[in-house]
């Protein structure tokens, strides 16, 4: 007997209210379904809602970023800045949300604590952190794989008697750092956008580096209306564009290798993309730098000696100049001004792995040198990545068996979307999706899965679950295309090594990196087959 709907309070529920939910109502809704987004903000935005850290900007094209599925949205649009700020990115995504009428189905404040799965009704309950439940058939996450904030392993960090907070939960009134002495802990992407930013009207920054990131120029611009009115001539060629590329940018790899021209082309070349906007230096360079472990060297030395140039001190430099891994490797943040920040008389490196930090006391920090005293401390350490967003929520599948337990084990997903035991859920950027410009992915993915739900519902099925078989064989070959990449030999978030996390030093194979045509077309494959991989009831 086919489970009825009638007992149901949705035909799906959307956790979170970012780009993926947004979409992913906009979506449904417009397919007929009966849909309830819980967010835990007051307001749209997701990460964009979440991180108003000073510097918080786009590292993609603001034009390449935002969403393609509307013509009359993208005709109205204007970017003012070719890597838009945080409160244009927010205003952007409230204006989405305004268009379309997206808050009138989404509950805001409410925090999905868990979610459990009915084999009988075949549906989820979702329970929130106030008490109250709701029950759907279909569970759709939204997440995200940098949404859940951790603070690092230091004593003491409750006892400090200033104000202190972590990038992505910023105060939403303005902060005034005039005058003031702040220490920032954390030289990552988020820690090089805010130290450049907070470095311009301080009394003394102090920063503690850990480890070092490979960071290259943003090169910022405006917009012009002409240039505005270029772009969006060319829109349907731009996106098009991007589902070409590897991770969805508008940087096509070079077909060269590295060696494959003479020193002098290659610094040239070198020059060209440092001197270029956004991620050509990083997704525009030659095939094997992220692949030779030479090519790698020549392109690190490269970016090494830049940073040097821009950091007066030579030891300050040094400091500044990561050891353990090599350019790109990671994901690379960009800046505007980062490494001059150090020449300023009022700011201050300090390198932990050689002055360790002891404990936060009441006033400041203490290091194994001396006690520094604070009016502010910013923690700008990251997010418990991949696994965070999920592990805050008790999510039980099948015969109550829980997703974090079993990801414990080993994370498997099918095409990054489901999980074998956890029928009826979707995930937008799950594990072993491909991320990069993430809503070119996002908008793809959810696409994949409103045509998968319209399936079943014209066919009357209730149930969708990814087999075991199917689920095997994308873990290793998430694997094998991962294979090659320096990237999964570095600890890092893709990775799963998070060194503020106890535990977590099992290194992972975290996200797909077999670049987006081969990632679309195995997902095309599978609906083209009427979902085969999918056990479908």
């Not at 979506?27 to 991180?51: A, C, I, P, Q």
């Not at 104000?163 to 090089?192: C, E, L, Y």
């Not at 978030?493 to 060194?499: F, P, S």
């Amino acid at each position: 007997m086919i489970p009825s709907n009638a007992d149901l309070d949705f035909d799906a529920i959307i956790i979170g209210a970012g780009i993926s939910g947004i979409y992913q109502l906009y979506k449904l809704r417009e397919s007929g379904f009966n849909v309830r987004v819980f967010e835990r903000g007051t307001d749209v935005g997701g990460t964009w809602y979440w991180n108003r850290y000073p510097g918080a900007r786009f590292d993609s094209e603001s034009y390449s970023y935002g969403y393609s599925f509307s013509q009359e949205l993208l005709d109205e649009w204007d970017w003012s800045e070719r890597f838009a700020s945080q409160p244009e990115i927010l205003r952007y995504l409230q204006y989405v949300a305004d268009k379309f009428d997206i808050r009138k189905d989404v509950q805001f404040s409410s925090d999905v604590k868990s979610a459990t799965y009915d084999e009988d009704t075949r549906s989820w309950e979702v329970g929130l952190a106030d008490g109250s439940t709701y029950r759907s058939r279909f569970l759709i996450t939204g997440v995200g794989i940098l949404s859940q904030p951790t603070l690092p392993k230091i004593e003491g960090i409750e006892s400090f008697s200033g104000q202190s907070f972590h990038t992505s939960r910023w105060p939403h009134s303005p902060v005034d750092f005039s005058d003031k002495r702040v220490g920032v802990i954390g030289t990552g992407a988020t820690g090089i956008q805010t130290i450049q930013e907070v470095a311009k009207n301080v009394g003394h920054l102090t920063v503690f580096q850990l480890r070092p990131e490979w960071s290259a120029p943003l090169h910022n611009s405006k917009i012009e209306p002409d240039e505005m009115d270029a772009i969006r001539a060319g829109y349907d060629e731009l996106f098009e564009h991007c589902t070409r590329t590897a991770a969805g940018f508008i940087h096509d790899v070079d077909p060269r290798n590295t060696f494959d021209v003479s020193e002098e082309e290659r610094y040239e070349f070198w020059e060209r993309l440092y001197a270029s906007p956004g991620f050509g230096i990083w997704q525009g360079n030659f095939k094997d730098i992220l692949t030779n472990p030479r090519a790698n060297r020549a392109i690190s030395d490269f970016i090494a000696d830049k940073i040097r140039g821009r950091v007066n001190d030579p030891a300050t430099a040094e400091k500044l100049i990561p050891k353990d891994h090599g350019f790109g490797t990671k994901r690379v943040p960009l800046e505007t001004g980062y490494f001059e920040s150090y020449n300023q008389d009022n700011v201050e490196l300090i390198d932990i792995s050689e002055t360790p930090i002891q404990r936060i006391t009441e006033v400041g920090v203490l290091t194994s040198e001396k006690e520094f005293e604070f009016d502010f401390i910013i923690y700008a350490t990251g997010f418990d990545a991949i696994f965070g967003s999920y592990n805050r929520i008790d999510i039980r599948g099948v015969k109550g068996h829980s997703l974090k337990e079993q990801w414990e084990k080993e994370l498997a997903t099918f095409l990054g979307i489901q999980t074998n035991g956890y029928p009826n859920m979707f995930m937008i950027i799950g594990p072993h999706a491909l991320a990069g410009n993430n809503p070119r992915s996002i908008e793809y993915q959810v696409n994949w899965v409103t045509e998968l739900i319209r399936h079943m519902n014209e066919l009357g099925l209730t149930r969708a679950e990814a087999s075991v078989v199917a689920q095997d064989e994308w873990h290793d070959y998430v694997v094998e295309q991962g294979k090659d990449l320096l990237r999964n030999e570095v600890d890092s978030w893709q990775t799963g090594v998070n060194i503020n996390l106890d535990g977590r030093q099992k290194r992972i194979v975290g996200m797909y990196s077999g670049g987006q045509p081969s990632y679309r077309r195995r997902c095309e494959e599978v609906a083209r087959s009427g979902y085969r991989e999918l056990n479908l009831k």
